[in-house]
């Protein structure tokens, strides 16, 4: 999941438009069963270089990968992943917007930018090369729109080439589309260009509507070869109550 607020816990918790959750945030999700967090979005600066560096030590301290944001060069040689059922996943997380908002001038912090294609490229590769799966989570696009940008769909290509086979896109606040791009190599790589919003406060119909992408991995032990097979979007629906109250979702099929 793209866990789009900061949890520093250093720092009182605060609302739009610099966002800090509280940890219980971070405790809920965990304890829900998500295992793999992107903490690279345009928020990751909401609280400078101080709260990034306190919400990737958070995310240290819990028993989850996460990916997109490293406190140092040597904090970064280590790429996250995680094996399951003997199938080996790697996780690469970036994002174009920060808005507006810079790491200091020397900093020794890592947020993995979409501009730097030299870094992301190199990434990509070394992931490819340890893992049977490589999944990349990247924040881009317009806001509140439906159809990809030139942008989305220049990267998806390159993050193809370079390696990826699962791209999975957040940031419009709104649900784009699912398509297979063709990498270098021939192989169809999954392209989710964005889920839109899974669980959030926003109040406009398009945006409390969202999704999930379920699908199954399959790995021929004989070949080594791995497919991506059963892909299924499933659309969630956001209700609260007064005051944003009780934030709470629904598969939309209810």
């Not at 020397?106 to 992931?127: C, N, P, Y």
């Not at 989710?192 to 790995?219: C, E, T, W």
């Amino acid at each position: 999941i793209n866990q789009e607020t900061i949890i520093d816990p250093e720092k009182a918790p605060s609302t739009y438009p610099c966002f800090n959750s509280p940890t219980e945030l971070g405790d809920e999700m965990v304890k829900i069963g998500f295992d793999v967090f992107n903490i690279a979005n345009n928020h990751s600066l909401d609280k400078g270089e101080s709260g990034l560096r306190n919400a990737i030590k958070f995310w240290k301290s819990k028993n989850v990968v996460f990916c997109g944001a490293y406190l140092d060069e040597e904090d970064y040689k280590t790429i996250p992943t995680n094996t399951v059922k003997g199938i080996k996943f790697a996780y690469v997380g970036l994002t174009e917007p920060t808005n507006g908002l810079s790491l200091p001038d020397g900093s020794k912090t890592i947020l993995m930018l979409g501009a730097d294609e030299d870094r992301i490229e190199k990434r990509v590769k070394a992931a490819s090369e340890i893992s049977d799966m490589t999944v990349v989570n990247v924040h881009w696009g317009e806001e509140y729109t439906h159809t990809p940008t030139e942008r989305q769909r220049e990267l998806a290509q390159k993050l193809a080439d370079w390696g990826a086979d699962i791209i999975i896109g957040t940031h419009p606040h709104v649900i784009q589309p699912v398509e297979y791009v063709t990498a270098a190599d021939g192989r169809k790589v999954l392209v989710i260009y964005s889920l839109g919003n899974f669980i959030s406060a926003q109040d406009r119909g398009p945006r409390m509507l969202g999704g999930m992408i379920n699908f199954d991995i399959v790995k021929n032990n004989n070949t080594g070869k791995v497919a991506i097979e059963n892909v299924v979007f499933s659309g969630v629906v956001t209700h609260y109550g007064y005051n944003a109250s009780n934030v709470r979702i629904y598969p939309l099929a209810d």
